[in-house]
């Protein structure tokens, strides 16, 4: 027994049939002569009507009160959507909801203020270490850098009023040079003499600036024989504002 299929419309592949249920739905008018059709040993579907001999149609007749079967249903209309050129600039497609505006933060806002948060501190750390160490430059530079100049030519007359007069200058001996320092240096004083040790020396007392009021910078003048010398870390004024070569190791 061959079993037989055909195609219907609205429900796809039928069967497994027999070749008398077959002639049947063929006299009942479901099926027709175009109607596609296969069978097991078939090369592939074709019109019932190519099968008109094994299925031997020709011997029975369509019932003629019979409605044929409904067409296949034709698919909905495709409408044409309007150019884009000509929809006013206003109009969404129909259809189509306006995308919402996004709540929230962006990307860009979060890494904004994450680098704001992180930038505090580092900002507050710099601070604290630039604005200390501008201060005491701003003290370096006004108030003790102008005095290196003098305190060299101060060690020059003191070596100069030592081998001359074997004993260290004081006061008295340096009045024309005390004149001048006072015209250039109004906010310090110096004092000449010599040391417990026996070492001719001269001090600054620094004033004006309330970081240094009152603090002392001291150069001693050093004897090692023939080697002379003159040391500037000695007084009570903070290595900080002192030069680099008079800060004490």
Not at 71 to 98: E, I
Not at 135 to 143: G, L, P, W
């Amino acid at each position: 027994m061959t079993d037989w299929y055909y195609h219907d419309p609205a429900q796809g592949r039928v069967g497994p049939l027999s070749a008398e249920q077959v002639r049947a739905r063929y006299v009942d008018r479901r099926i027709q002569r175009d109607t596609l059709a296969w069978h097991a040993g078939a090369r592939e579907w074709q019109p019932l009507d190519h099968f008109s001999d094994e299925l031997q149609l020709d011997t029975v007749t369509p019932d003629a009160s019979q409605p044929p079967p409904l067409p296949p249903a034709a698919p909905p209309p495709v409408t044409a959507r309007p150019a884009a050129a000509h929809r006013p600039p206003s109009a969404s497609p129909r259809g189509n909801v306006p995308p919402q505006a996004r709540r929230g933060l962006s990307g860009c806002a979060i890494v904004a203020i994450v680098a704001a948060v992180v930038a505090v501190p580092v900002v507050a750390i710099l601070a604290a270490i630039a604005i200390p160490a501008y201060n005491d430059y701003m003290i370096r530079s006004e108030a003790t850098a102008g005095l290196v100049g003098a305190a060299s030519a101060m060690q020059r007359a003191v070596d100069e009023f030592e081998g001359a007069h074997g004993r260290c200058p004081g006061n008295d001996d340096f009045a024309s040079l005390l004149e001048q320092f006072a015209a250039m240096e109004k906010a310090t004083t110096v004092q000449f003499g010599a040391l417990a040790n026996g070492n001719c020396a001269f001090e600054f007392t620094l004033h004006g600036k309330p970081a240094i009021e009152g603090r002392t910078w001291l150069f001693e003048a050093l004897r090692d024989g023939d080697l002379a010398g003159w040391d500037c870390s000695g007084g009570d004024l903070p290595a900080r504002y002192r030069p680099q070569h008079c800060r004490a190791n």
